[in-house]
DNA sequence: TTAGATCTGTGAATTTTTTCACCAACAGGC
DNA sequence: GCCTGTTGGTGAAAAAATTCACAGATCTAA
């Protein structure tokens, strides 16, 4: 390969400072520095630089920063940031329906074209612009629309037959907000936004730091 | 302190294990073994049983795996995962009523007792079950009904203001659903829940996937 | 132009995290 | 009871990630 071979910390952090740079750019930000990256991410400028490493030569200018334009474009393009993904929503409850209407989503790339639901007769269904279909008809309509990213927004307890769908229907890519693993073929890539296991972990540092304050040591 | 310095992505896994606890617990599954732990969590049994040794001594039985239940138990002690977190959703759009209504929130402990929107009129506030206030009057509830948590789901331009309030208020997590960072007093534990980076990182290992590919190489 | 401050890029050192290797403990069949 | 296969616990080794340190480049201001 041309470049080093990359670390996952490395790609999640420069998915994040892709992120912000389009921010700084909407807000007409031109230059950026290693520092002020790293305070925004929560960590040294030292990361952020060796990061940057994977970009190959000539992302910034010694002694000038950054050019927030010109860095975006760089990792946009190392990491095939810049088309449009087709996506489906699986499961449109509440939840399912919010982000089926989160403009943001859109924004970054992510175009979604179609719904499911085991229950078509669904309130919900109304009230949103896409096209809705059963979910027995997953990896057809999967195949037929070109989907590359499925979204799960079902119960636990069909999350797994809704990803061998997909999975079927040749999605490449899960984003599962659902509070259990699924199994996937390799090369399938399943990111999981577990906001269960996020409380958890934030009231278990709650409690790990009041212990280290009668300890009056400090961590995390 | 009694027990060695906790790491965070040890913290992270237990959080994760103790999620997966409840749920075979429910299923009446008795006992569970670190391989099948760790197959579970994508990570090796070696890794699991070296989270587990900063539970002390006897969270298992060599050769007869680990107790549901028991270990289950052990977790929730160490963390102090047992208690009711109060807890409050500030920004009562799409996103935020979803939450407020997802039940599994609430059955890991998390009980939502107020909401806040900048727009007291939003038609969405009819439907959640909860006391609706005015976002100017966040850090007085927060105070007055001894809230600890607080969830985000504001636009970004109005995040770090809410954030602001709820540490005025005396909150100590904040769960944060909006894609920018918050700055908060140390002291003050957030997670992120940023679907918009899980969308780019997702991406970006779908092209750092086909790239490998082309090189016979594997990695993620 | 010059001085001083700031910034990037990167090999090396350090720290953190994961993986390994192996012993003792236990369950179950006979 | 006794053997066999499986499992947990843990110190040591390996791997991975972060932090450091500093050379070289650039900008600003006077």
Redesign the interface.
């Known amino acids: 390969?041309a470049y080093p071979?990359?670390s996952?910390p490395t790609?999640?952090r420069?998915?994040?400072v892709?992120?912000?740079l389009g921010?700084l750019r909407s807000k007409g930000t031109r230059k950026v520095s290693s520092t002020q990256l790293g305070k925004?991410?929560?960590t040294g400028s030292h990361n952020i630089r060796k990061d940057f490493s994977v970009l190959g030569e000539g992302a910034g200018q010694a002694g000038a920063a950054y050019d927030v334009e010109f860095l975006r474009n760089r990792i946009q393009q190392r990491?095939?940031?810049g088309r449009t993904?087709r996506a489906c929503i699986v499961g449109l409850?509440?939840?399912g329906?919010?982000?089926a209407?989160?403009d943001?989503?859109r924004k970054?790339?992510?175009d979604i074209v179609a719904g499911f639901d085991s229950n078509i007769n669904r309130v919900e269904t109304i009230r949103i612009g896409i096209p809705v279909h059963p979910a027995y008809q997953i990896s057809q309509v999967v195949r037929n629309e070109g989907i590359?990213?499925g979204i799960l927004t079902v119960p636990?307890f069909g999350a797994q037959e809704a990803t061998n769908r997909l999975v079927q229907g040749g999605v490449?890519?899960?984003?599962n907000f659902v509070?259990?693993?699924v199994d996937v073929p390799s090369?399938v890539?399943v990111?999981n936004?577990?906001?269960?296991?996020?409380?958890?972990?934030?009231?278990?540092?709650?409690?790990?730091?009041s212990?280290?304050q009668n300890?009056t040591?400090e961590?995390?």
């Open positions: 390969m071979q990359i996952i790609v999640q420069l998915a994040q892709y992120a912000r921010e925004e991410l929560g990491f095939g940031l993904i409850g509440r939840l329906t919010a982000i209407d989160y943001s989503l970054a790339g992510c590359e990213l636990v490449q890519v899960i984003l509070p259990s693993k090369g890539v990111r936004i577990d906001m269960i296991t996020e409380y958890l972990i934030a009231s278990a540092f709650v409690t790990l730091k212990e280290s300890d040591e961590r995390i």
